[in-house]
C-alpha cells in the first residue's frame, strides 16, 4: 500500500477520471466539484436528466475506456478572465473561482476535458485502472440543503487489482456484519416512516445502552465528576451567544412559545455553562467536572442518514470541565488515560490521535488559540503519545484532540475527542475567585469518549460481529430446557441468577433442544444453561458456549464463579 497521500492522489485522479466519462456520456451535464475521502472519491453533478442506476455500468465503461486512451494528465495556472469565460455557463464553477484568492486558478486537463483544480493527479489516466463506482445518491451544493439539489456519484479506487480486491472483500464482509442487518436480527434497534432518522431503541439495545453507561458511570464517579441533566429546549439568544446559531443553524431544530423562538439543542456546552454560572465559584472547587448523558438533536440530510452511525437524536456521553490555566495539563492527562482506559475495555487497542487546529470560521483570538493548541500538544507529548496535525479541522471555539480506533476488520472510526475552550468562557464571562479574591476566568473542556452511545453502539456490533463480550452482551445466559417437565425447574434458576444482576432469559417455547439452541445463537447469546432431567435431579449445569463447547456437571456455585470471573474479564 502507497501512503495515505498518495493514495488520496490517485482517488482526486479518479474523480477526475469519473467526470470526464459522465460529460462524454452525457454533455449537459454540470459538473461541480469531486474531491477524495477516506474510502475513496465522489463527485457531485448536475445533470439533465437525474442518472439511474443502470447509469454506473455504463459510466464505468467509459472511464475504462479513457484509462486505455492513457492520456496524460496535467495541470497548470490560468487568468481568472480567462476561467470565467471558460466557465461562463457553470455557476458553481464560477463562484469557486471568486472564491480563490489570487489573479489565477488551477486547471486539470487530460485529453479534451479540463476541470478546475488545485492540483494533485497521477501522471496519466493509465495509472487509474483499479477502480470501482458504488452508488449514486442525492446533496447539495456544499452541504447546505438550502442550495441547489445535486447528484453523487461515489467509488474508489487503488493503485492494484489486489488491493481492490481486498477491499471489495473487505466491504462484502462488513455487509454481512452491518449493525442494521444484526441490530434486526439480534431485535435492539428500529426505525419507523414516523420518525426518519430517530432510532427506537428495544429492550435488548438500551439494556446494552445501561451497560455502557453504568461502566463510565463508575469510572467518572471515581474521578469527582458530578452529573448534571439540562434541557432539550432553550432560547435562540443563548445559541446565538454561544455561536452554535451561527455555526450549526441549518442542522438545527427551532419552535416558537409564548412569541419567543426557542431552539433544541445540537450540543450540551451551553447548559453546563448556565450551571457553571448559577452561582460564584472559589477556586478550590476546581477543577469542576460536570457530566452528563444528554440528548441532543441535529437536522441531518436524509440522504447522508445511515442506521445508528448517522441519526436526527443521539446520547452524548458528555462532560465540561473548568479548570484553573494551571490544572489544564493534568486535566487533559487524566482524560487522555481514562479514554485509553476505556477504549482498552472494549477491545480497541490499535488507536490512532490527531491534533485539529484551528478552523477558517474559528471564534476567538489567535493567542488563545495558540494556547490551547500549545496545550493539548503538550499534553499528548508528556504522554508519550504519537500523534498527526489535521491543520484547519478544529472546532469553531477551540482545538480538539481526536481518537481514532480500528476494528476487528480493519476500518477505522473516529470516537472520542478532547477540546480546549478559552472562548466561550470569555463569551459568557465566566469568572471563578482566586486565592488572593481576584476575578479570574477558568478554562473549559469539553469531551466525549463513546462520542455517542447510538454511534458507538453501531461500531460495537459491527466490531464484535453481533457476538458481544459477556460482560456487555444484553442477554447473557439463556436457558434451554430438554422437555416440559423441566421449565419449572428453569424458571426457578433464573430467577436466582437475576438477583445475582446477571441478564438471564429463558426459552419457553415448545420447540425441540436443537431448536432453542440455534434461536439462541442466532440472537448471539453467549452462553446457554442446557437443563435436563438429569440435571434437574442432581441440581447441576450444563453450560453450553455460543461456538459449541459444554461443560458438564457445574454446580450453581461454580457457575456463579464463572460468571463474576466474566463479567470482569
Request: aromatic fraction near 12%; charge should be negative; hydrophobic fraction near 35%.
Amino acid at each position: 500500500m502507497k501512503s495515505n497521500n498518495e493514495l488520496a492522489v490517485l482517488r482526486h485522479s479518479a474523480a477526475h477520471l469519473l467526470a470526464q466519462a459522465v460529460t462524454e456520456l452525457f454533455p449537459n451535464t454540470l459538473l461541480t466539484i469531486g474531491p477524495a475521502t477516506e474510502d475513496g472519491f465522489f463527485y457531485d453533478f448536475l445533470p439533465s436528466t437525474n442518472f439511474k442506476e443502470e447509469d454506473l455500468p455504463i459510466i464505468s465503461r467509459r472511464m475504462h475506456e479513457i484509462v486505455a486512451r492513457n492520456l496524460p494528465m496535467t495541470h497548470y495556472q490560468m487568468d481568472k478572465a480567462q476561467a470565467r469565460e471558460l466557465y461562463k455557463n457553470n455557476p458553481f464553477k464560477l463562484e469557486l473561482i471568486d472564491q480563490i484568492p489570487g489573479d489565477t486558478v488551477g486547471i486539470a486537463q487530460q485529453g479534451d476535458f479540463y476541470d478546475l483544480c488545485r492540483g494533485g493527479h497521477v501522471d496519466s489516466t493509465g495509472q487509474l485502472g483499479h477502480f470501482k463506482l458504488w452508488a449514486i445518491s442525492g446533496s447539495y451544493w456544499r452541504g447546505n440543503r438550502e442550495n441547489q439539489a445535486l447528484q453523487r456519484i461515489s467509488g474508489t479506487a487503488f493503485f492494484t487489482a489486489k488491493e481492490l480486491a481486498d477491499y471489495e472483500k473487505l466491504k462484502e464482509e462488513a455487509a454481512l456484519y452491518d449493525h442494521r442487518r444484526l441490530g434486526k436480527q439480534m431485535d435492539l434497534f428500529s426505525f419507523h416512516e414516523e420518525g426518519v432518522g430517530f432510532p427506537f431503541f428495544h429492550p435488548k439495545g438500551q439494556r446494552i445502552l445501561n451497560v455502557l453507561r453504568n461502566y463510565l458511570q463508575k469510572l467518572l464517579d471515581a474521578q469527582d465528576y458530578q452529573e448534571i441533566a439540562t434541557p432539550t429546549m432553550l432560547s435562540d439568544h443563548l445559541w446565538q451567544q454561544s455561536g452554535h446559531y451561527q455555526h450549526y443553524k441549518n442542522n438545527m431544530y427551532f419552535c416558537t412559545i409564548d412569541e419567543k423562538q426557542y431552539a433544541i439543542k445540537p450540543m450540551n456546552c451551553p447548559g453546563a455553562i448556565l450551571v457553571y454560572k448559577d452561582r460564584p465559584h472559589s477556586y478550590k472547587e476546581l477543577p469542576l467536572r460536570l457530566s452528563e448523558f444528554g440528548h441532543v438533536h441535529r437536522h441531518e440530510l436524509s440522504g447522508v442518514l445511515h442506521g445508528l452511525l448517522r441519526v436526527r437524536a443521539f446520547t452524548q456521553d458528555d462532560a465540561h470541565i473548568f479548570c484553573t490555566p494551571d490544572q489544564l495539563e493534568s486535566e487533559l492527562k487524566k482524560l487522555i488515560e481514562l479514554t485509553y482506559q476505556i477504549l482498552n475495555r472494549f477491545n480497541f487497542t490499535q488507536i490512532s490521535v490527531a491534533l485539529s487546529t484551528k478552523p477558517e470560521n474559528a471564534l476567538g483570538s489567535n493567542e488563545l488559540w495558540e494556547q490551547a493548541t500549545n496545550s493539548l500538544k503538550t499534553s499528548l507529548q508528556e504522554a508519550g503519545i504519537a500523534f498527526t496535525i489535521n491543520e484547519g479541522e478544529g472546532a469553531f471555539y477551540g482545538p480538539k484532540i481526536e481518537f481514532r480506533i480500528k476494528d476487528s476488520m480493519g476500518r477505522e472510526w473516529q470516537v472520542s475527542t478532547i477540546q480546549v475552550d478559552f472562548f466561550l468562557p470569555e463569551n459568557f464571562d465566566l469568572i471563578y475567585v482566586a486565592s488572593g479574591g481576584a476575578r479570574q476566568r477558568p478554562v473549559m473542556i469539553h469531551r466525549a469518549i463513546y462520542g455517542s452511545y447510538e454511534r458507538f453502539l453501531a461500531i460495537l456490533i459491527e466490531h464484535f460481529k453481533g457476538h458481544f463480550p459477556f460482560w456487555l452482551a444484553p442477554v447473557q445466559v439463556k436457558l434451554l430446557t430438554i422437555t416440559d417437565a423441566q421449565k419449572a425447574y428453569a424458571q426457578e434458576l433464573a430467577l436466582k441468577l437475576k438477583q445475582h444482576g446477571l441478564r438471564v432469559e429463558q426459552d419457553n417455547s415448545s420447540d425441540p433442544l436443537s431448536g432453542q439452541i440455534k434461536t439462541a445463537q442466532l440472537e448471539k447469546i453467549p452462553w446457554m444453561i442446557v437443563i435436563g432431567q438429569k440435571e434437574m435431579d442432581q441440581g447441576t449445569i450444563t453450560l453450553r458456549y455460543a461456538n459449541g463447547k459444554q461443560e458438564f456437571g457445574l454446580s450453581y456455585e461454580q457457575f456463579l464463579e464463572k460468571a463474576h470471573h466474566a463479567n470482569n474479564a
